[in-house]
């Protein structure tokens, strides 16, 4: 496998970023030297001073993790291979000391001239920290929680000869807890104001350091007398918009803090442009002071608004705010706005919350986020690449659960850019936080209902991080916490005080399953069911109205279960008991039950892992079918749990920790279709979903079998039309199907198709025989295809696939962009559809894109299928 990562196309981008002139911020991102506190004997305000030795000092990764830095170093096996996790020492066992380091970094920055400030900032240290400079403390107490910004002055400390040094103590969380196997291990996790997933989940092992370090981001920036601090940009869109055509005007409302530095009072310009506009505001700042300026609202003519995934565009504006002293800037930021407005309703019908966009309803299709990576190794490219992935699923939110982090700016650049709606938890959670009764914790429900233990500092963390990333225009939802709110007087807080005031226009959910999102009229929990489900139970059995979290399995194919399962596990579970070994529990396998069974039972994993994709295709597909078809009925949203892992875990993935897609992620993807022809297998119920706002008229539905031998039979075809935003039912044809299938199973082919008889939607259902398995399948002759690649561009591949006539369908075709020097899958790369079935006489063209295909010369395509044989193609 060549796996492309971050690390090429940012140290391009960073090259090109230091090279622009007057650059007023930029990061220390490399030249980290570090050390265990056990071998450092003198104190910070020694160790920053640049004359001092960094003898027996080691490279570190910042941002990053100690765990990272040691992985980096090879002091510790890869975590996310086999049990090598095991042989890492667990904090909870060495003590803290054992991941507490010194992080050392040298920089070159002159003290400047007159009124101008030099600016040092931190995005996130887990948890704790004590920082210096060139022999001076900067943080006046220890500096605690993970997800707090920190922002010092550091112009009366910069070297008078511009060689600076900085130096910082970073110590775990106070309270790692014991990995016991439970959610968040004994809960204890939860004490501090920080992730709880490290202490291992039912999807993750352990963290061992609990991500101890300098995880984020560290800044230097340049600025004159006044620094522009956490601007805040709201866009006010009344009325009911169309995706096209000529728009009424938008509201733009601006508002900024401005700081003083000096001691002395400035007058000054606050100033912003966006869309051709620029709007001034003329203020006086006190000295040594921080004011919050409301700027005038902007009435925008003739908007380009931003629109979810799937129903428009997402046009953005850059907002250009400076701050003018004596006529030149003292601070400037760019800021990327989408004009959108999002509301929310109470649906009585389906008695759930119901979402609108720029005053359009919305049918909610999400998937459950954790975080990019289980060791916080983030960058812009991965968070690209995941996003892209939800997007191409035809989804249209992502939910950050409850029990990891506030996701990053570059996250939600990602989502603006692909139009994902983004509901954000705060750092609570059931299992931790003491919903249920679990043994496994070490405190009761009682004590656990109050963590954390620092409740101001709860609180001071979401103001700050809710000024971080208020401005984005995927951000949709604010959520208390996971399946519980946080404590009395933080809930409070939060709901009545904290995000009316910094920010007013999001709904916020009292926590992830309440009743003010989705009313539970079935008991339980609100969530689930999770696991491999019958087909028709998406289909027939109702569940909760907007449902946070319901899923099914995700086992990836032979490929990707080699990159970290060795060689002696690379076996499927037993086909008479269903049990695996102890590496694929460590990895938190699923069962499939029975469900691979009626494909034929199996001890080659290659094979197994093929049989399991068309389960992941069929289960995905069924989940999202089955919810679009009682749209506005029972349901108004469904997030599934989960689409992605940060971690090499078997379960709940579209795609896999290295970004390999599986089945799941093109079943999902048909299923969640914005126009969409699909069949209920209960009652052979033919219908259509129109989630778009068009009208889809003078449409050809076309209803077609195919028998395992290719021969295929028209059962009808109609003119048929669907209206903006509904489910329309045309016709039961399951008699029929039944009578087809009974023997060996059957293809169902539907179609819809236009004037111009273009393909709009197709979808081919593989149904079992008269006993529920598939026989034909397990005796499909190979279908000879055809197939051709050719280069589009630099970072696109046209792939056709041609089936003769004659024969049988070529069915559930994987294409693979791989090294051709070693047949490994170049990741991450895109592929507009997979697992493709092509019918005979036919042939389907497969485009895939990504930067990874101009990387990558040589390159071949891998086709291969459940009766078409593996082949490579040079393009």
């Known amino acids: 496998m060549r796996f492309w990562t971050s690390s090429t196309v940012s140290c391009m981008l960073l090259f090109a970023f230091l090279k622009l002139p007057a650059q007023e911020k930029y990061e220390l991102n490399s030249g980290w030297q570090c050390r265990n506190v056990e071998g450092v004997k003198a104190t910070g305000q020694q160790i920053s001073v640049p004359g001092y030795a960094l003898t027996g000092w080691t490279p570190a990764t910042v941002p990053g993790t100690v765990l990272t830095t040691l992985l980096n170093n090879k002091q510790v096996p890869d975590p996310l291979y086999g049990m090598n996790n095991e042989k890492i020492p667990d904090i909870y066992h060495t003590g803290r000391e054992h991941y507490t380091y010194w992080f050392v970094k040298d920089f070159t920055e002159n003290a400047p001239a007159g009124d101008a400030q030099i600016w040092l900032h931190f995005r996130g240290v887990n948890d704790g920290c004590d920082i210096f400079l060139n022999g001076h403390r900067l943080t006046k107490d220890t500096h605690y929680g993970a997800y707090l910004r920190q922002v010092y002055n550091i112009t009366p400390w910069l070297a008078k000869n511009g060689q600076n040094r900085l130096a910082a103590i970073v110590y775990p969380p106070q309270f790692p807890g014991n990995p016991n196997g439970g959610q968040g291990g004994d809960g204890t996790i939860a004490k501090n104001v920080g992730p709880q997933y490290t202490a291992g989940w039912d999807w993750i092992q352990p963290m061992r350091d609990r991500n101890t370090g300098i995880w984020d981001k560290v800044t230097i920036e340049r600025t004159g007398a006044v620094r522009i601090k956490d601007p805040h940009v709201i866009t006010r869109v009344p009325g009911v918009r169309q995706a096209q055509g000529p728009q009424s005007p938008a509201i733009v409302q601006v508002a900024a803090g401005l700081e003083n530095a000096t001691a002395k009072s400035i007058t000054g310009t606050l100033r ?380 709940g993935q579209m795609y896999d920790y290295y970004l390999d897609p599986n089945a799941c992620l093109y079943g999902t993807r048909k299923g969640a279709a914005p126009l969409h022809v699909m069949y209920n297998p209960t009652d052979g119920m033919v219908m259509a979903v129109n989630n778009t706002f068009r009208y889809a008229r003078d449409l050809m539905l076309e209803l077609k079998t195919y028998d395992m031998q290719g021969h295929d039979s028209l059962l009808t075809q109609l003119f048929v039309e669907a ?22 199973g059957v293809f169902f082919v539907l179609r819809l198709l236009n004037t111009h008889q273009q393909v709009v939607d197709e979808n081919i259902y593989w149904l079992p025989d008269a006993n529920g398995n598939y026989s034909g399948l397990q005796q499909l002759a190979t279908a000879n295809v055809s197939v051709k690649a050719v280069k589009a561009g630099n970072d696109s591949i046209r792939v056709t696939i041609s089936n003769p006539a004659g024969g049988p369908v070529a069915f559930f075709n994987r294409i693979s962009l791989v090294d051709a020097q070693h047949q490994q899958r170049i990741l991450p790369v895109f592929y507009d559809d997979n697992y493709v079935s092509v019918l005979p006489g036919e042939q389907k063209t497969i485009t895939i894109t990504g930067a990874a295909i101009s990387a990558a010369p040589g390159a071949e395509i891998e086709v291969y299928g459940h009766n078409v044989k593996r082949q490579y193609i040079h393009f």
């Open 272 to 651: 912003y442009k966006i869309g051709g506009e620029t709007v001034t505001k003329q203020v006086t700042l006190a000295p040594h002071s921080t004011t919050t300026v409301h700027m005038p609202d902007l009435t925008l003519k003739q908007p380009a608004l931003w629109w979810p995934a799937g129903y428009g565009e997402q046009h953005l504006y850059s907002l250009q705010l400076e701050f003018l002293n004596k006529g030149k800037a003292d601070d400037k930021q760019d800021v990327e706005v989408g004009i959108r407005e999002i509301q929310t309703y109470w649906n009585n019908h389906t008695r759930s919350r119901e979402v609108a966009v720029n005053g359009q309803k919305i049918f909610i299709k999400g998937g459950n986020w954790i975080t990019s990576d289980a060791m916080f190794r983030f960058s812009k490219e991965r968070y690209d690449a995941e996003v892209r992935f939800h997007r191409d699923m035809n989804l249209n939110l992502i939910r950050i659960w409850g029990g990891s982090l506030t996701e990053r700016p570059e996250f939600f650049e990602a989502c603006d850019k692909y139009g994902l709606l983004v509901f954000q938890d705060f750092w609570i959670s059931g299992d931790c936080n003491g919903r249920w009764q679990d043994p496994q914790k070490k405190d009761d429900q009682w004590t656990r209902r109050q963590y954390p233990d620092n409740h101001a500092l709860f609180l001071e963390s979401v103001a700050d991080q809710v000024k971080l990333i208020r401005n984005y225009p995927s951000l949709a939802f604010w959520c208390g916490g996971n399946e519980i709110t946080p404590p009395a007087d933080i809930f409070a807080a939060m709901k009545d005080t904290i995000i009316p005031s910094l920010d007013g226009t999001r709904y916020f959910f009292d926590y992830s399953n309440s009743d003010s999102m989705s009313y539970n009229s079935i008991g339980g929990n609100g969530d689930g069911p999770y696991g491999i489900q019958p087909i028709a139970h998406f289909w027939n059995e109702r569940t909760f109205p907007f449902n946070s979290e319901v899923g099914s399995v995700g086992t990836g194919d032979y490929e990707s279960l080699a990159r970290f399962l060795p060689a002696e596990n690379l076996v499927p579970p037993d086909p008479q008991t269903g049990k695996t070994d102890a590496v694929w529990n460590y990895h938190k396998y699923i069962p499939y039950n029975n469900a691979i069974d009626p494909y034929g039972k199996t001890s080659d994993l290659r094979e197994w892992a093929n049989k399991a994709q068309l389960v992941n295709y069929d289960q995905y597909r069924a989940l999202m079918e089955g919810f679009s078809a009682h749209m506005w009925d029972w349901y108004t949203g469904v997030i599934i749990w989960k689409t992605q892992n940060p971690w090499t875990a078997l379960r």
């Open 723 to 744: 209206g903006p935003a509904t489910v329309q039912k045309f016709m039961p044809v399951k008699p029929m199907l039944d009578k087809l299938s009974a023997q060996q």
